[in-house]
């Protein structure tokens, strides 16, 4: 029995490690996807400023750009909620917010202003990959 609960624990620390390993990959895609999502942004821009066409094709690429661009945002912001998890400041307590809750939070980096859902007082929470 001994032996069932150590190999059970080791168990449970290796799927913890690959699910951090896991949130690292996604947090780096998650850079990836916003990177890409300005660099179409200003190419389509860009073009649509200094290449000669109609008003029509010009608006429909900043339209496009847009689009694209806010597309990226909202799929990154997605992948930002998801991964990992946020830690309140007042009580340490650890957890994975709504995304409307991520959307709407005020954010400097991967640190957002939230209410905490146990002690429902307002901090800035610090995104963390680990559960402990």
Same mark, same amino acid.
């Given at each position: 029995?001994?032996?069932?609960?150590?190999?059970?624990?080791?168990?449970?620390?290796?799927?913890?490690?690959?699910?951090?390993? =896991? &949130?690292? %990959?996604?947090?780096? *895609?998650? *850079? !990836?996807?916003?990177?890409?999502?300005? *660099?179409?942004?200003?190419?389509? +821009?860009?073009?649509?400023? !200094?290449?000669?066409?109609? &008003?029509? @094709?010009?608006?429909?690429? +900043? =339209? @496009?750009?847009?689009?694209? !661009?806010? #597309?990226?945002?909202?799929? #990154?912001? %997605?992948?930002?909620? *998801? =991964?990992?998890?946020?830690?309140?400041?007042?009580?340490?307590? %650890?957890?994975?917010?709504?995304?409307?809750?991520?959307? @709407? #939070?005020?954010?400097?980096? %991967?640190?957002?202003?939230?209410?905490?859902?146990?002690?429902?007082?307002?901090?800035?929470?610090?995104?963390? @990959?680990?559960?402990?």
């Amino acid at each position: 029995m001994k032996n069932y609960n150590k190999e059970l624990e080791n168990n449970l620390l290796e799927m913890m490690k690959q699910k951090e390993w =896991a &949130d690292k %990959r996604l947090l780096s *895609v998650e *850079v !990836f996807i916003c990177i890409i999502a300005i *660099v179409i942004l200003f190419t389509l +821009i860009f073009v649509a400023s !200094f290449v000669q066409m109609e &008003d029509w @094709l010009r608006v429909t690429l +900043i =339209a @496009l750009g847009f689009i694209l !661009f806010l #597309a990226g945002c909202f799929y #990154a912001l %997605r992948i930002e909620q *998801v =991964a990992g998890y946020y830690e309140c400041k007042e009580c340490g307590y %650890r957890y994975i917010p709504t995304y409307k809750a991520v959307n @709407l #939070a005020p954010h400097m980096g %991967r640190t957002r202003y939230m209410c905490c859902p146990k002690c429902n007082k307002k901090s800035w929470q610090k995104k963390k @990959l680990g559960k402990e």
